[in-house]
Antibody, heavy 118, light 108 residues
Framework: QVQLVQSGAEVKKPGASVKVSCKTS????????ITWVRQAPGQGLEWMGW????????NYAQKFQGRVTMTTDTSTSTVYMELRSLRSDDTAVYYC???????????WGQGTLVTVSS | DIQMTQSPSSLSASVGDRVTITCQAS??????LNWYQQKPGKAPKLLIY???NLETGVPSRFSGSGSGTDFTFTISSLQPEDIATYYC??????????FGQGTKVEIK
């Protein structure tokens, strides 16, 4: 069965970076893109970006450009999302999700809470 | 950028009621719209894709309709397990997506 398993919760100081992993299984990794969505406490869903597991092509939401990097490791079927220059308003649960070609998110990770606090 | 306006932001209804949520796009997005359900503390779950297609395994009391700028999501007979927040999502310019603000559904 398809599974996306994310790394554990993180606590970071303002200005630091965080790297969240999303290990996939149960399907052919390179056949599907992965996307990242975050949710601040009590708030709605915010799309962050997309990465093709086939060729590593990325597309980031304008809000995060310059601060986010998404990468893949095909040897372990894992996707990574790094967010830099963290601020308190980056405190959120970060989700990875598989993109069913071409347009919807059919399987999701369990979420990773990132807390940014001094 | 395309903006999605979802309404209402919350609603309270009785078990068995028909529940309707609307989502309006700031420009024509054809049928490029999905609907998700999110229960507290859980990841979102896809319910409807391409405006009106029911995802496999999703109960038939859920449905979606619309095209262009105006879309509707309906629960034909609200059940206690439907308590959740529902989000629309547009994908007119892949690979970019935008979510609506969400609608919290509660039992009266």
């Amino acid at each position: 069965q398809v599974q996306l398993v994310q790394s554990g919760a993180e606590v970071k100081k303002p200005g630091a970076s965080v790297k969240v992993s999303c290990k996939t299984s149960g399907y052919t990794f390179i056949r599907y893109a992965i996307t990242w969505v975050r949710q601040a406490p009590g708030q709605g869903l915010e799309w962050m970006g997309w990465i093709s597991a086939y060729n590593g092509q990325t597309n980031y939401a304008q809000k995060f450009q310059g601060r986010v990097t998404m990468t893949t490791d095909t040897s372990t079927s894992t996707v990574y999302m790094e967010l830099r220059s963290l601020r308190s308003d980056d405190t959120a649960v970060y989700y990875c999700a598989r993109v069913e070609d071409p347009s919807y998110f059919d399987y999701w990770g369990q979420g990773t809470l990132v807390t940014v606090s001094s | 950028d395309i903006q999605m306006t979802q309404s209402p932001s919350s609603l309270s209804a009785s078990v068995g009621d028909r529940v309707t949520i609307t989502c309006q796009a700031s420009q024509d997005i054809s049928n490029y719209l999905n609907w998700y359900q999110q229960k507290p503390g859980k990841a979102p779950k896809l319910l409807i894709y391409d405006a009106s297609n029911l995802e496999t395994g999703v109960p038939s009391r859920f449905s979606g309709s619309g095209s262009g700028t105006d879309f509707t999501f309906t629960i034909s007979s609200l059940q206690p397990e439907d308590i959740a927040t529902y989000y629309c999502q547009q994908y007119d310019n892949l690979p970019t997506w935008t979510f609506g603000q969400g609608t919290k559904v509660e039992i009266k």
